[in-house]
């Protein structure tokens, strides 16, 4: 397979999965507004060949499509899976010992590999300042690395197989930092950086960071990819790739010979300096925190070197495609890790993060005459403590019962849901929590609730499919719009504060409640724009979910406690945005504009069809 990114380049645009860019184009803002206009067609690859201010070429869209990703790791992607598959069950060896054998050597083959001979990537040492500086939304707050592989050791216990390899954003350029000495780092202190950062301070100690830019393809999605526990990376990169990952040490510091750049530098104990703003994956700016930044000692680059970068925003965007290609490579691996989970979907539309749907089992109350939840509550608390999915705010959660189920038909599996819920027993908060550092639908940075939709039994509702009269005529609630079967979304007055909030959804149940109550309208949404929220599911997944905080936006019709447990007959969810979020991501006009020469007849992109 391929040695460097150059390869996967040409072999592309071989195979008409890429398309070059000749005209010269600017990094700040038109490089970011191609990607995702081409993306959204569901264009091509796309090479840069002239970077305004940059004498290195660019790539972006490798991973846009499944087809795409499929293709460049044709040759060896069998073989891993076979391996993350043995991993997450090794009593599949004993069942088919001859496969395993195969894939055991796959594995010997993909070990990181120590040389010194040929390290082709340090043939020329650069500045920051000499990369490519792409700034990828208005309000940005400087020029960001999206693909880097940011790689560091256990300073306990030093060596490749106990490193970490992450994709953890990088800020090039913009606020205080020292233009070529200084970068930053964005992570969260869960992640495997901050672990070795952490132990780093303990002692007093710099943190040494490597961040290698493009290489084989395999390691950029090897840095992304949440492995089994005593699974490295490394070895993942070298399997998807075909190859062992080539690596040596230089001043200290880890070198991936395969790179097309390498970064090195150190994180000193304390050390932090403004990062962001930052178009993120939520389809809203991260905004200005404290992270740590990290003192640059030297860049690297290969002959001919290409800088990869993606581009960040409201999804579906390639990082999307990232999602399906991962999940499509560890299977079934969370079913090994949560006992009584048959699948749990991160909804991309919902920005990933913040919405859950699952699949678990029911098997505590076999001989009960009332159906409820139960084993799924203990499934719940699993799934809610486990890895990434810890980020969640919402988790829907159901078993199957003669019904088969799938949480990627989201209309189908919200419906399931709404149908059987009973809105007195089978809401659960947890609040004072913690949520996306990316999420600023909360309380503060980190900050948030979260709450679980709890639901299994004999149908309980059958529910509305046009919009409900008694929504009509409510004084400040205007425009109710269906979403789907049992969810309405009504427009509100402008959101001004909590204390008003919650009188005003206080004064909405009681209205309601007033005209009979809504059994079969179980959902209803508050928001700035209903025509919005209802023209698309991708539309109400987005608002509904990013734009509100479980413990504070969740309000219901005759709503009451019992047992400190909380209950309504309608639910009301308040999704106005609020002035605390963070705001949403707007392309710059002028921008669009400017970009429409590359698709117009005799451009490099007029073949795309937009």
């Not at 069942?95 to 796959?106: E, R």
Request: charged letters at 25%; proline letters at 7%.
């Amino acid at each position: 397979m391929y040695r460097n990114m150059e390869e996967c380049v040409l072999d592309l645009e071989k195979h008409g999965h890429l398309v070059r860019i000749q005209e010269e184009v600017d990094p700040y803002l038109e490089m970011a507004a191609i990607h995702l206009r081409v993306y959204e067609a569901g264009g091509p690859a796309l090479l840069f060949e002239r970077v305004k201010g940059s004498r290195f070429r660019a790539v972006s869209n490798l991973f846009g499509t499944m087809e795409r990703s499929q293709f460049i790791f044709r040759k060896t992607w069998n073989n891993t899976q076979n391996i993350i598959a043995l991993r997450n069950n090794p009593l599949s060896a004993l069942k088919n010992p001859f496969k395993s054998v195969g894939t055991g050597l796959a594995a010997l083959k993909a070990l990181p590999m120590k040389g010194f001979s040929r390290r082709p990537v340090t043939a020329q040492e650069i500045h920051i300042s000499d990369l490519p500086q792409i700034q990828h939304w208005p309000m940005d707050g400087g020029a960001f690395i999206t693909l880097p592989q940011v790689y560091t050791e256990d300073p306990d216990k030093p060596g490749i197989m106990n490193s970490n390899l992450g994709m953890y954003r990088i800020q090039l350029s913009g606020n205080s930092y020292d233009q070529d000495r200084e970068i930053g780092v964005h992570y969260q202190i869960h992640r495997g950086i901050g672990i070795h950062q952490d132990k780093a301070n303990k002692r007093g100690e710099p943190l040494k960071v490597s961040c290698f830019v493009g290489g084989p393809p395999a390691h950029t999605l090897s840095a992304v990819m949440p492995l089994p526990e005593g699974l490295s990376e490394l070895t993942v990169a070298g399997m998807l790739s075909g190859r062992r990952f080539r690596y040596s040490y230089m001043d200290g510091y880890c070198i991936s010979h395969e790179a097309d750049f390498v970064i090195t530098g150190e994180i000193h104990p304390g050390e932090t300096k403004p990062e962001g703003p930052f178009g993120d994956h939520l389809g809203y700016y991260s905004l200005v925190h404290q992270f740590p930044v990290m003192k640059v000692h030297k860049v690297y680059a290969r002959p001919n070197a290409i800088w990869p970068f993606t581009v960040v925003g409201r999804p579906p965007q390639e990082d999307t495609a990232f999602g399906e290609l991962i999940h499509e490579l560890t299977g079934d691996a969370v079913r090994q890790e949560i006992p009584g989970v048959k699948e749990v979907h991160a909804v991309d539309a919902a920005g990933v993060h913040p919405l859950l749907f699952a699949i678990g089992s029911e098997r505590y109350t076999p001989f009960q005459k009332v159906k409820r939840p139960a084993e799924l509550l203990t499934i719940a608390n699993r799934i809610l403590g486990t890895g990434q999915l810890s980020l969640a705010k919402y988790l829907f959660i159901t078993a199957e019962e003669n019904i088969p189920l799938d949480t990627h038909r989201e209309i189908d599996f919200l419906t399931y849901i709404l149908e059987r819920i009973d809105l007195h027993r089978d809401i659960h908060f947890q609040t004072h929590t913690t949520i996306d550092t990316l999420d600023y639908s909360g309380t503060g940075l980190n900050s948030g609730s979260k709450v679980v939709f709890a639901a299994y039994g004999d149908k309980r509702r059958d529910l509305c499919r046009e919009t409900p009269v008694e929504l009509q005529d409510i004084r400040e609630f205007v425009n109710p719009k269906l979403v789907m079967p049992g969810v309405v979304a009504v427009q509100g007055p402008k959101f001004e504060s909590y204390m008003q909030s919650k009188q005003e959804m206080e004064d909405f149940g009681k209205a309601i409640q007033e005209k009979g109550g809504l059994d079969s309208c179980p959902m209803i949404i508050v928001c700035d724009d209903s025509s919005f929220v209802s023209e698309t599911l991708r539309n109400f997944l987005w608002v509904t979910f990013t734009r509100s905080n479980p413990s504070h936006d969740i309000y219901g019709v005759n709503s009451y406690y019992q047992d400190k447990h909380w209950g309504c007959d309608s639910m009301i969810i308040d999704a106005r945005s609020k002035p605390h979020q963070a705001p949403p991501l707007i392309p710059d006009p002028s921008v669009e504009k400017s970009i429409d020469r590359l698709f117009a007849k005799g451009g490099s992109l007029s073949g795309i069809k937009l």
